[in-house]
């Protein structure tokens, strides 16, 4: 399946494919009844299998619309031809984690950034949301180099930490992950609390060009439970 595939999706133009640091697969299109540009991720066919995940997700996203923050970006879940897509505004200032490849902020650089991201996490917590995958690939920027914040809710539920290890899967970024996603039967549930600690990653990423903790998934994920940051 290529992406001429898609040249059409209901009222949407397919432009083409970029890429996508969430599931599935991410097109620029044009909307040709609003006449604008928007970005249409083609979820997995199994991603909204679950019934309850189904009805839990699309709470989510109408709860995003509702919050009505500069920095919070809702997604509308269109079904078309027994097809799930996620449609937003697109956002042609780039990510953070783009602009890091660049080398690390100033502290005031920094500040900037991360009061708008902690700002957007306060409404959508406010809201009953929470992004549950926050990392500097999520923060986007838009025409006038504000503060987005994206790809809420698309990380299920986690699993113990040995089942993702043995099964070779992970759902998340491990190098933001907090404890709890790393191993809930030891850490509990994932809370607000769990996207402050990712918004910490992201500040240490910001000032020193680096995340707290690399290598493979395994490594990472007990320094995220045992270790403390350089």
């Known amino acids: 399946m290529n992406a001429m595939s898609f040249e059409q999706v209901g009222s949407y133009l397919i ?59 809702p997604a509308a879940l269109l079904e078309i031809d027994n097809q799930d897509w996620l449609v937003r505004r697109w956002l042609p200032g780039g990510n953070l984690a783009n602009q890091l490849t660049q080398g690390a902020l100033t502290a005031e650089q920094a500040l900037v950034i991360l009061s708008q991201v902690a700002s957007a996490l306060d409404a959508a917590h406010t809201c009953g949301v929470l992004h549950k995958n926050l990392k500097a690939a999520n923060v986007l ?23 993702l290890t043995q099964s070779g899967t992970i759902l998340g970024t491990p190098a933001y992950m907090a404890p709890e996603q790393a191993d809930p039967e030891q850490w509990g549930e994932v809370t607000p609390l769990t996207d402050v600690y990712a918004v910490g990653v992201i500040a240490y990423e910001a000032l020193t060009g680096r995340v707290p903790f690399e290598g493979e998934m395994p490594t990472v994920l007990h320094a995220q439970i045992y270790e403390a940051p350089p």
Request: aromatic share 8%; with cysteine.
């Open 15 to 73: 432009r083409e494919e970029i890429p996508s640091p969430g599931p599935g697969r991410l097109f620029l299109a044009t909307d040709t009844e609003q006449n604008e540009q928007v970005t249409l991720r083609l979820l997995p066919p199994d991603f909204l299998a679950d019934a309850g995940f189904r009805a839990q997700f699309k709470a989510e996203m109408q709860a995003l619309a509702a919050c009505h923050h500069p920095s919070v970006l």
């Open 141 to 163: 920027f838009d025409e006038k180099g504000s503060v987005v914040l994206t790809d809420f809710g698309l990380v299920r539920s986690m699993q113990a930490s040995t089942k």
